[in-house]
Every structure is written in structure tokens, then in C-alpha cells.
């Protein structure tokens, strides 16, 4: 006996007559449709990821065009991905797979600005932890670039893992492993927010919308620590969130235990904020069932209030209270501070006080110390288009903020969801911060943790608009990519958004090649561990490559400038080198070359030297010194040793 083929009626158009189509044909074409979706998302991807590095490559050798290339690459990454998260019915796997994709393209544009070496200032830094721990093998070493990275080895430590188990250099290692932490940050929002709102077209939203926080593209790209312990943080909440507030399983709690640790190690506003975010989280809850286990369904008179009430206050009863992890959490972020890192109070205060007495005079005296779109201390030179995307996409979210937080009050949702949300006031609040000079840097740098909350208000209003007619969907869309282009304008100094031009720069704004060769050399022939006075790009290299001990005012207090502006070597120069144990000294000819304006050997420096051209004796008075010899030269670098100096000659 025949078993009947299950068939279903196919759509109907005007003018046509209804097919039947086989169930097994309709799965083949939606399996069909799927994968061609897929194949054109990560083509796209891989295509805007070769404009990105043609960008780059022809802004490196000087040529024009980089610009145009840089957007057309960002557009090719943006634009599928966003209509297949957005617009297409593809299914949960099939979107969580384009967001993947989505972001590691976008990661991409970081690896290509330099796709040999290492670029950004804590990049160094972070280079120098991982050599410490190859080198010794042991935790905490020794930092001069920024020494409270020292005291957080989460990032050096899973780089040794990375560089033992492949034998690739630190800098591939770095580049896996960041790599693998924008995935899992991706990834983890994705499943996250799909758990929250039960739906993974709003999983996309909150992806694409995420990817517009200005810190996306590079910052949180870079080899640094955030970069780890953002991910990591994000995954420690995915662990525990659940729709409805149902308790998570006994294997996620655990697990999110061990990750949460994981980021105390890592990074510390990170897990300051982790931990804020689980207190505040289980402080809710518990008032929430405090609340529920009084009225016990009724409204205090002994009368209940139907149904409706009773079922909400079960709900709010077996709604989950982390306790634990946000006590676990919360005391070793503290312990860790306390008795390891105690040095993290002291790095980020001056800080924090500088942004806090801007704020205060911004709101009393109406004084900025800033403008938009401009590097410090220089006009602006975004284009207008980029100036009016990046506040025309300021006033979406502060439009949309409001209407989103008033329907997710009244919104049936957990805790998580619900604290996720409101945190996006925070990011409101902090914007006056960016006409300030340094209040800039703390109002950036909280959007890598509050702009999570923004993408929950994002999926949680657009998702209907996406599932009504063609308008609404491509007004979300359009939306969407109005967010992106506006966090794209801001996400980094415009003259450094692609990779320098040495043959303009003569290495004094970008560590160089010969940089780099200077510091392997001294690490070959000399060892690790002098005292090098030198200025602050060549700095980088010696102090992370060569792990070098370089001077710098906010570690060790050395005066470096001191030592070169004088034109002769008079005896305020000795007496620094001496102050200091200085042992050798790293002269960059081209650090003429910088405008003026900038600092030159360290931001500490005053005002009148750095505003004056720097005159050639400055540089050139080693050579005639007997007090030094020079042991090193090479393009534009000489190296000095400090005659008499302990381990000199």
C-alpha cells in the first residue's frame, strides 16, 4: 500500500491558479534559499573586508582613494547581513550564523589596518604582559608602559596558552584570540537577547544595532583586555538569563561562576561592571518576590485581585535571584583590587577626577574643552555628511530610548531584560561628557557596556516593525543603518580612521619597522630589563618587543623631557639620568617632524617646550658628550649608552 504524499498549497498570485507543492520540495527550497542567503552574506563580507585592506593599503603608500573604499567596504559588510538579520524569514540558526559572520568581518577592518605588527598604544602594553609570562613564567610581571595591566593577566595568560599550543608568534596568538572573543560577543548578545525577547529577529537588531557602539570597529578590537573580558562578561549573563525569569540550569550557574572569575582576572571596569549589573539584577529580584511572598496574591486587605494577579505574582516568585554568582562576583572584583591590584585605584582616579571637574564646570560654567569631531587640540576635519549621520543617529536614540523604556515597563519581561534597558539612560546622561576633554574618554569608554542596553531597546521596538508591511521594514532598516554610519563617524580620530602614511608621518607618529628592529636588537645583544629614556612612539616599541624598562612620568616619575630639550648636556640633564638610573638613551631624529602642539617625550612635559620648534641641538648633543657613546645607529635612531651607568661600560 501506497502512503499518500503530504502536499501543501503554495501561495497565490493574482491571475494564477493554487499549486501543490510536496512538503519535501518546499523544505528543499527553503534549505535552498537558505544557504543562497548565507553564501550571499559571507561573500559580502569577505568582499568588504578587501575593499577595507585596499583602503588601507592605499592610504599606507599615500595614495587617494582609501576613503571612498573604506565606506564602500563597510557597506558591503553592513548591508546583506543587516537584510538577512532584519528583513529575510531565514531561520535561528541561519541568522545567528550571519551575525557571526557580520561581526567578524567587522573585526577584520582592525587586523588589516596593520596586518603584520601590532598599532594601537595599549596594544604594546598588553604585548609586554604576554612576553613577561613566556619570558619568566610567572604572573604580575613588571609593566613600564602601564603597569596596572600587569596586575590583570587574564589576557597575557590566555595568549601563552594560545602560543604554546601553536608555537605562533604573540602577535598571531593575539590576533586568534581576540578573534574568537569577538565571536563569542557576538554570539553570546545574539543568544542573549533571542533568550530575553523570544525572538531571534530581535537577536538581529540588537547584533547590528551593538555593532554601531563607536568603540566596535577598533577599540574593542584591538589586543587588549576589555576585548577579552567584554565577551566574557556578556557570555557570564547568558548563562543565567532565561525567558520568563526561570531559573537556569546547575551546569549554567557553574559555568557562569567560572567566567565571571575569569573576567575579575582580566579586566577591572569590566568586572566592576559585571558585578554592578548581578547586584543590581539580584536586588531586584529579591524585592520583586519580597514583594509577591507579602501580597501572596492579594492587595493587602485579604481580597485578591483575580487571576491576572495571582499568576503574576507566582511569576514574580519563581523568578531567578542570582545571589550567588553576584556574590561571588561582586567579592573578588573587591578582594582583587584589595590585595592584588590595589595600583587600579590610583591609575584610573586622576582620571575619573578630571572627567568629573570638566563635567561639573561644563554644567556650572557651560566651559567645554572640546570639539566634536576634532582631535585634541586641533580643528575638526570630519566631513559634514559623517558630523550629520553622527548626530543624526545622537537624536534616533534619544527619540527612540524613551518610547522603548515606556513598552518594556509595561512588557512582560525578566529582570535582566528589563535593568538592560534602563542602563541605556546612563549613556544618555554621560553625553555632555564628550565637550570635554578628558570627560570624552570616560563618556566613550562606558559605551562599550551601556550601548547593550540601547540594542535591547532597538530589538525590542523594531522587531514588530519588521514583521508588517515593506515600508516599516525598510524604515527599520534605513534606521538601523543610520545608527551604523553615525557610530562609524565617531568611532575614531578621522586622520587616523586608516593605517599612516609612513613616508608623511617619518616614523615620530607611528612605531615603525626600524623601531621594531631597534628593539629586537637591544633584546638579542643587551638583554631585557634597562632603563631606556627615549621619546613616547619609540617607547612602545622597546618597552613591549625589546621589554625594555622606557621612563614615563605616570609609572616611575622620570622627567624624560628634561633630558632632551636642553640643547647641551648641562648638568640638569645628568642629574635626571641619574635620578632616574637612566642606561641608555633612544634618539628618533624625525621626532622633529612632530607639529607642533604635541607632545614629544611625554605628555607630562610642559606646555612651553612643546609648543616651540624642537631645535636639532636638542637631538644632537649626545654626540659630542663624553658622558655618553654611541653604540647603534640606524635610518633615524641612535642609541647611547650611558657611560658609567650600571651594566654600561
Not at 40 to 61: E, I, M, P
Not at 63 to 86: E, M, N, R, T
Not at 394 to 420: E, Q, S
Amino acid at each position: 500500500m501506497t502512503t499518500p504524499t503530504t502536499m501543501t498549497a503554495a501561495p497565490v498570485t493574482e491571475g494564477a491558479y493554487p499549486r501543490l507543492v510536496p512538503d519535501a520540495i518546499r523544505r528543499r527550497l527553503a534549505t535552498h534559499a537558505t544557504g543562497l542567503a548565507l553564501g550571499s552574506a559571507f561573500t559580502a563580507d569577505g568582499a568588504g573586508v578587501v575593499l577595507l585592506a585596499a583602503a588601507d593599503a592605499r592610504s599606507r603608500a599615500g595614495a587617494s582613494g582609501g576613503y571612498l573604499l573604506f565606506w564602500a567596504g563597510l557597506a558591503f559588510i553592513f548591508v546583506p547581513s543587516a537584510a538577512v538579520l532584519l528583513l529575510s524569514r531565514r531561520s535561528r540558526t541561519a541568522r545567528l550564523a550571519v551575525a557571526l559572520g557580520f561581526g567578524l568581518a567587522l573585526y577584520m577592518a582592525k587586523v588589516v589596518y596593520e596586518p603584520t605588527a601590532f598599532t594601537f598604544h595599549d596594544e604594546f602594553a598588553h604585548y609586554r604582559n604576554a612576553a613577561n609570562l613566556l619570558a619568566s613564567g610567572q604572573l604580575f610581571g613588571y609593566n613600564p608602559l602601564i603597569r596596572a595591566t600587569g596586575y590583570y593577566p587574564g589576557l597575557a595568560a590566555a595568549t601563552d596558552v594560545v602560543v604554546r599550543l601553536t608555537g605562533f608568534s604573540v602577535y598571531t596568538s593575539g590576533l586568534i584570540l581576540i578573534g574568537c572573543a569577538r565571536l563569542v560577543l557576538v554570539g553570546a548578545l545574539f543568544l542573549l537577547v533571542d533568550e530575553l525577547l523570544g525572538s531571534p529577529r530581535a537577536a538581529g537588531v540588537a547584533v547590528v544595532v551593538y555593532a554601531a557602539e563607536p568603540n566596535f570597529l577598533y577599540w574593542d578590537a584591538q589586543y587588549g583586555y576589555e576585548s577579552l573580558a567584554l565577551p566574557l562578561a556578556v557570555l557570564t549573563v547568558c548563562f543565567l538569563a532565561r525567558r520568563s525569569g526561570r531559573p537556569p540550569s546547575v551546569p549554567a550557574i557553574l559555568s557562569s561562576l567560572v567566567v565571571a572569575l575569569a573576567v575579575v582576572a582580566t579586566h577591572h571596569i569590566t568586572a566592576w561592571a559585571l558585578a554592578a549589573l548581578l547586584l543590581a539584577w539580584a536586588a531586584v529580584g529579591w524585592l520583586r518576590r519580597r514583594r509577591s511572598d507579602g501580597t501572596d496574591g492579594t492587595d493587602g486587605t485579604g481580597s485578591t485581585d483575580g487571576a491576572d494577579g495571582a499568576s503574576a505574582g507566582s511569576a514574580e516568585a519563581a523568578e531567578f535571584v542570582p545571589t550567588l554568582p553576584a556574590t561571588v562576583t561582586a567579592g573578588t572584583a573587591v578582594a582583587w583590587v584589595a590585595v592584588v591590584a590595589p595600583i587600579t585605584i590610583a591609575y584610573l582616579s586622576p582620571v575619573l577626577t578630571r572627567a568629573a571637574v570638566q563635567g561639573f564646570q561644563l554644567i556650572t560654567e557651560f566651559h567645554t574643552s572640546r570639539t566634536l569631531f576634532a582631535n585634541t587640540g586641533q580643528a575638526a576635519t570630519a566631513p559634514e555628511w559623517e558630523r550629520a549621520a553622527a548626530i543624526a543617529a545622537t537624536l534616533a536614540i534619544l527619540a527612540a530610548v524613551p518610547v522603548a523604556l515606556f513598552r518594556i515597563r509595561r512588557a512582560g519581561l525578566p529582570v535582566i531584560a528589563k535593568l538592560l534597558a534602563w542602563s541605556s539612560l546612563a549613556w544618555v546622561a554621560l553625553l555632555p561628557l564628550r565637550f570635554t576633554a578628558d570627560g570624552q574618554e570616560a563618556a566613550n569608554r562606558s559605551a562599550d557596556f551601556l550601548y547593550m542596553g540601547i540594542a535591547v531597546c532597538f530589538a525590542f521596538l523594531l522587531e514588530p516593525f519588521l514583521d508588517s508591511s515593506r515600508w516599516r521594514r525598510m524604515l527599520a532598516l534605513g534606521l538601523v543603518a543610520l545608527l551604523f554610519a553615525g557610530g562609524i563617524s565617531v568611532s575614531w580620530n578621522f586622520s587616523q580612521r586608516l593605517a599612516p602614511d609612513y613616508q608623511l608621518t617619518n616614523g615620530s607618529a607611528a612605531v615603525t619597522p626600524d623601531d621594531q628592529a631597534l628593539a629586537r636588537w637591544m633584546l638579542t645583544m643587551l638583554g631585557p630589563g634597562h632603563r631606556v629614556a627615549t621619546d613616547t612612539q619609540t617607547g612602545l616599541a622597546l618597552g613591549s618587543v625589546g621589554r625594555q624598562d622606557v621612563l614615563t612620568s605616570a609609572e616611575d616619575g622620570a622627567r624624560t623631557w628634561l633630558i632632551f630639550y636642553p640643547p647641551t648636556v648641562t648638568s640638569d640633564v645628568l642629574a635626571e639620568i641619574r635620578r632616574s638610573a637612566v642606561q641608555y638613551v633612544v634618539v628618533q631624529m624625525d621626532v622633529r617632524d612632530l607639529p607642533i602642539g604635541d607632545t614629544r617625550f611625554d605628555d607630562s612635559e610642559p606646555a612651553p617646550y612643546y609648543d616651540s620648534p624642537l631645535p636639532a641641538s636638542s637631538l644632537s648633543k649626545f654626540d659630542a658628550s663624553p658622558e655618553f657613546r654611541e653604540i647603534y645607529a640606524a635610518g633615524s635612531l641612535r642609541l647611547y649608552q650611558v657611560v658609567g651607568s650600571t651594566g654600561g661600560q
